[in-house]
Every structure is written in C-alpha cells, then in structure tokens.
C-alpha cells in the first residue's frame, strides 16, 4: 500500500490539491468504470500509467474568470486620512491588488456542475492567491473587512458569509 501512496504522489509531486481541481472531461461513471477496468488490467499501475490517465479523463480547471468589483476605486477615500506619505502609498498600491485577485465563477460551471469540484456561486468575490483559486470562508471574512475599509461596500454585501 505504500508503494501505490507513492505512485499516486507522483502524478502530482508539487501538490496533490492539484487533482481536486481538475475538471472531468467525461460523465463520473464513465470515468469510474474506465479506472477499475484500468486496475483489472493492472493492479499495481505506474506513475506513467497514473499520469496518461489523469491526462486523458481530467483537464485543467478554468472555471473562473477574472472579475472587476464594480465598486471599485483607484483612490478610496480612506487612504486621504492617511498623512504619511509612504504609508499612503502603500495603501493605495495594497487597494489595487484588489483587481488583480477579483473572480468570478463561468456559467459552465453552473450548468455542468458534475463536472466540476467548485461550487457554483453567482456573485463576484477574491480568492486569496497563489494556489489558491477559490473562495475559502476564513479567508473571505478577512476579505471582507478589507472590502469595507476599501468602501467596497457592494461588493462585500454580496460576498458568501
């Protein structure tokens, strides 16, 4: 059993949370059906056997889009009260990341949703970034007290709390 733990790692060495996120490119059973016939043939299947799999049923996820909160500000009144300059600025270039994280979720999603490990939601919202492409609940609560210290104050009413 540790020997296949280990294969399975292979196929995604730099994080396994990168298979959660693949989108299927066919129904579950078909898949489902096609892995135990892949593991009939082979019980103990190699990383390469593991990765040709992944590659041939599972696809990248794009089911997010960028999104511009329509709210938004490039120069919210908050940070005039702020009298030192480079702390001014900071706040003001902090304030633009808020396009760069701003998402939305693609209609495919909701009308696929068996297709798909995310969530439908309708709304817009931030993700927090790096890998992580979704919407995290602690991590919107922060969000949130950033969007309505930013007057993003639409924006954060419809955000999922």
């Known amino acids: 059993m540790n020997q296949k733990c280990k294969v399975i790692g292979n196929v995604f ?5 990168s298979f959660v996120d693949l989108k299927l490119k066919q129904p579950e059973d078909v898949i489902l059906a096609k892995f135990r016939a892949l593991l009939t043939n082979n019980a103990d ?11 041939e049923y599972f696809e990248a996820g ?3 889009q960028v999104w511009s909160p329509p709210d938004f500000t490039s120069n919210p009144s ?3 009260k702020i009298s030192d300059a480079k702390y001014r ?5 902090l304030n633009q990341i808020w396009k760069e994280l701003g998402r939305i979720v693609k209609q495919d999603v909701r009308d696929n949703p068996q297709l798909y490990s995310l969530i ?4 817009g919202f931030f993700i927090p970034g790096g890998r992580f492409r979704e919407l995290y609940y602690w991590d919107t609560y922060w969000i949130v007290q950033g969007k309505i210290g930013n007057r993003l104050c639409n924006c954060a009413r419809y955000s999922p709390l």
């Open 13 to 17: 060495p730099n994080d396994s949370k």
């Open 62 to 64: 794009n089911e997010l």
């Open 78 to 80: 908050i940070e005039n």
């Open 45 to 55: 299947p190699d990383t390469t056997t593991l990765t040709n799999f992944v590659n």
């Open 89 to 93: 600025q900071f706040a003001l270039d």
């Open 120 to 123: 439908y939601t309708p709304n």
